[in-house]
């Protein structure tokens, strides 16, 4: 399962990743910004969410592996 955490403050949140199995959680993102709308990409290997990390005011489209592994920015576009 892979839900968003968010700070205290409510102005950033990161990508956690829950082993149901073994209940144990790790973070999949860092750093600033909110990361949202995680959704599992049809392989089942990615995990396709939205962020504002790299611009407060400009969210993207970003993919990244199951383990938190090989984060790739997918579009470049302002809006």
Known sequence: IVFVRYAP???????ISL???????FAL????GLQLSPRWHPDGQKIVFSSN???ENNFE?????GDGSCRQRLT????
């Open 76 to 79: 470049y576009s302002l809006g």
């Open 9 to 15: 403050d409510m102005k950033s949140s990161q990508l």
């Open 19 to 25: 082993d149901i199995q073994k209940g144990e959680e």
């Open 53 to 55: 990390g790299e611009d």
């Open 61 to 65: 489209l970003y993919s990244i592996n």
């Open 29 to 32: 993102t860092e750093g600033a």
